[in-house]
C-alpha cells in the first residue's frame, strides 16, 4: 500500500514512532497482570486531566464508534426521548443510532455551516421534554467547532442527559466535562491523541450510572460491566495492553506540552492554514470563522474541480487529505491538522502543494 509523505487526512493521523513503539513490546495477560490494572488506572487519572471531570471514565478496547453505540446502547431504552442537535453527519448519526434502539428522536437541524440557535433549543427542550441530549463538539465532516460551553447551562437546568461526541476536539481544543455538565462524554484514540483506532474512552456522571442501571445493557460495548474493573481485578474481556501503554505515552506527552500549548499550537496551524485557504480564493464551508475547528478545515471544492480530481493530482504530488460524506461527499475537502498534524511545517508544505495543483 502506497503511504503518502505529507499526510494530512482527518484521521486515523500519523502515529509518532515513540508512541509506535508500545506496540513492539511483549507484555504479560492483561485479565492477569496487576501491572495492567496499574497502567489503567493510570490512564483514568491523566484522562480526567484532559478532560478535566472528576466522573467515572471506561476505557474500552475497539475504534471511537464502539463508544459512540454503548453509550446510547447502555443508558437508553424504547420511547425514550432524545433531542439531536445536528450540523453534520455525525450529531445526525447519533439521533438515528437512538432511532435504531427505538427510541423517540426529534432534531434540531442548524443552518448549512452554523450551530443551533439557542432560543429554538429552549423551546424544543419545554415542548419535548427529552431525556437526553446529544451533540458533536467537533463536526469532522464539516470542520465545526460547536460552542457546547453555550449551551451546557441550558440543558443542565432542563435535568436531561447530556451524550457529547468528542472524537476529533479533546486534546487539541478545550473540553470541560464537568463545567459542561456532560454525563456522557465520547473520545477515540485516533484524532488529536494521535494513536492508533483501537481504543475508545466514555465519562461517566452519576446521572449516566443511573441510566445504565435502569437499562442494563450486557453486549460487548456495554459500559456497565466496566465499572470499577480496574478497582475489583476482573476485566469484562481482554484488553488490549500495546494500546494501553501507547495511550499512556500520549497523555503523558500531551500534558508535559501542556493543554494550554496544545490549544495554543492547534490553533495557530489552523488559523494558517485557513489563511492559505483564504488566498488562494478557496472558501471555508463554516459560515463564522468562529465555529472553524482548530482540528480540521472543510473547505469548499474549487470551481472546475471534482473531489476525484482534486485527491489524485494531490496524491501525485505525496499528500493525502479527506474528502467528506453524506451531504458534503463531493463538495468538500478536509485538511486534518490535529494532533501530530497539528505542525506548522508540515501544513505549510501541504499548502504549498495545494497551490501548485490548483495553479496548475
Wanted: hydrophobic share 40%.
Amino acid at each position: 500500500m502506497k503511504t503518502y509523505k505529507i499526510a494530512l487526512v482527518p484521521g486515523p493521523v500519523r502515529v509518532p514512532k515513540k508512541f509506535r513503539e508500545s506496540y513492539l513490546t511483549d507484555f504479560g495477560s492483561s485479565d492477569l497482570e496487576k501491572d495492567f490494572y496499574d497502567l489503567l488506572k493510570d490512564n483514568q487519572t491523566l484522562l480526567r486531566k484532559v478532560l478535566k471531570t472528576e466522573n467515572s471514565i471506561t476505557i474500552q478496547s475497539g475504534e471511537g464508534m464502539l463508544v459512540l453505540w454503548g453509550a446510547l446502547k447502555s443508558t437508553l431504552k424504547p420511547l425514550d426521548r432524545v433531542l439531536t442537535l445536528s450540523n453534520g453527519l455525525f450529531g445526525h448519526g447519533l439521533g438515528e443510532m437512538a432511532e435504531s434502539l427505538g427510541a423517540e428522536v426529534r432534531y434540531i437541524e442548524a443552518e448549512e455551516g452554523m450551530f443551533v440557535d439557542k432560543e429554538v433549543l429552549k423551546k424544543e427542550i419545554a415542548s419535548f421534554c427529552p431525556y437526553m441530549v446529544t451533540a458533536v463538539h467537533c463536526e469532522t465532516p464539516s470542520g465545526l467547532l460547536n460552542p457546547i460551553e453555550d449551551i451546557a447551562p441550558i440543558i443542565r437546568q432542563s435535568g436531561s442527559l447530556f451524550c457529547v461526541d468528542f472524537v476529533a476536539s479533546a486534546g487539541g481544543a478545550d473540553v470541560r466535562v464537568d463545567e459542561w455538565g456532560i454525563d456522557l462524554g465520547l473520545l477515540g484514540s485516533q484524532k488529536c491523541l494521535s494513536l492508533l483506532p483501537d481504543l475508545s474512552v466514555l465519562t461517566m456522571s452519576n446521572a449516566a450510572w443511573k441510566a445504565a442501571e435502569r437499562v442494563n445493557y450486557a453486549g460487548y460495548d456495554a459500559v456497565l460491566p466496566w465499572r470499577d474493573a480496574e478497582e475489583k481485578l476482573e476485566m469484562p474481556c481482554t484488553h488490549n495492553w500495546h494500546a494501553n501503554a501507547a495511550l499512556n505515552l500520549s497523555l503523558r506527552s500531551l500534558l508535559e506540552e501542556g493543554l494550554e500549548n496544545s490549544f495554543s499550537r492547534h490553533k495557530e496551524v489552523a488559523e494558517y492554514c485557513r489563511s492559505r485557504i483564504l488566498s488562494m480564493g478557496l472558501k471555508l464551508y463554516a459560515k463564522e470563522i468562529e465555529l472553524a475547528s482548530p482540528t480540521v478545515t472543510a473547505v469548499k471544492i474549487p470551481s472546475g474541480w471534482t473531489w476525484c480530481e482534486l485527491d489524485e493530482s494531490l496524491r501525485e504530488y505525496g499528500m493525502a487529505v479527506g474528502g467528506s460524506y453524506g451531504l458534503l461527499a463531493g463538495k468538500v475537502f478536509r485538511i486534518g491538522h490535529m494532533g501530530s498534524q497539528a505542525d506548522m511545517e508540515l501544513v505549510k508544505e501541504g499548502m504549498d502543494i495545494l497551490e501548485e495543483v490548483l495553479n496548475k
